[in-house]
T-cell receptor, first 113, second 112 residues
Framework: DAGITQSPRYKITETGRQVTLMCHQTWSHSYMFWYRQDLGHGLRLIYYSAAADITDKGEVPDGYVVSRSKTENFPLTLESATRSQTSVYFC????????????FGPGTRLTVL | QKEVEQNSGPLSVPEGAIASLNCTYSDRGSQSFFWYRQYSGKSPELIMSIYSNGDKEDGRFTAQLNKASQYVSLLIRDSQPSDSATYLCAAQGGGTASKLTFGTGTRLQVTL
């Protein structure tokens, strides 16, 4: 049971480059989420998706693009990376039940130089 | 701005004691509440969910919810050094049920 995986786990890039972070889940959860975690800010929602081809903005969407052509994949793209996007990125998926519990992937640590 | 507030800590408790972690939230429409444990350098791990007023127990963990006071707490009985981590409180809003708002977390240290 692989659950939810993210790749790469670590990434160093330069300002202005395009970067794509991958997220894959094997549970067939309909909802998927992208968060970033920064000291002093906690976890903040970037984008989420209720199903394939349905995405919506979260709290901090600027500078990010998402797509969801298949239920199991939810890639996050930084079109032109900035230093302020240096962060730890977590993908999560949600079991739709009475609690709507979210489960997190292992995270990607991104450094933008 | 919907907010979830937690004391950042660190909260230091001796091994075997009860650790009490607290959280308040601003959105009265919040329906469900969650506690996640996060070890340093790791991802958040769900340990408790609660959506009714009162207590919910699971092993050494008890979650408490008081919607009138907009207050959620997590009690950890018989605290162990392995419980040392940051504990994140999250509230799920009534508007878009899927979205969580997280607190910044309380760091718990269990001392020998």
């Amino acid at each position: 049971d692989a659950g939810i995986t993210q790749s790469p786990r670590y990434k160093i890039t330069e300002t202005g480059r395009q970067v794509t972070l991958m997220c894959h889940q094997t549970w067939s959860h309909s909802y998927m989420f992208w968060y970033r975690q920064d000291l002093g800010h906690g976890l903040r929602l970037i984008y989420y998706s209720a199903a394939a081809d349905i995405t919506d903005k979260g709290e901090v969407p600027d500078g990010y693009v998402v797509s969801r052509s298949k239920t199991e994949n939810f890639p996050l793209t930084l079109e032109s990376a900035t230093r302020s996007q240096t962060s730890v990125y977590f993908c999560a998926s949600m079991l739709t039940n009475s609690y709507n519990e979210q489960f997190f992937g292992p995270g990607t640590r991104l450094t933008v130089l | 701005q919907k907010e979830v507030e937690q004391n950042s800590g660190p909260l230091s408790v001796p091994e075997g004691a009860i650790a009490s972690l607290n959280c308040t939230y601003s959105d009265r429409g919040s329906q469900s509440f969650f506690w996640y444990r996060q070890y340093s350098g790791k991802s958040p791990e769900l340990i408790m969910s609660i959506y009714s007023n009162g207590d919910k127990e699971d092993g050494r963990f008890t979650a408490q919810l008081n919607k009138a006071s907009q207050y959620v707490s997590l009690l950890i009985r018989d605290s162990q050094p392995s419980d040392s981590a940051t504990y994140l409180c999250a509230a799920q809003g009534g508007g878009t049920a899927s979205k969580l708002t997280f607190g910044t977390g309380t760091r718990l240290q269990v001392t020998l």
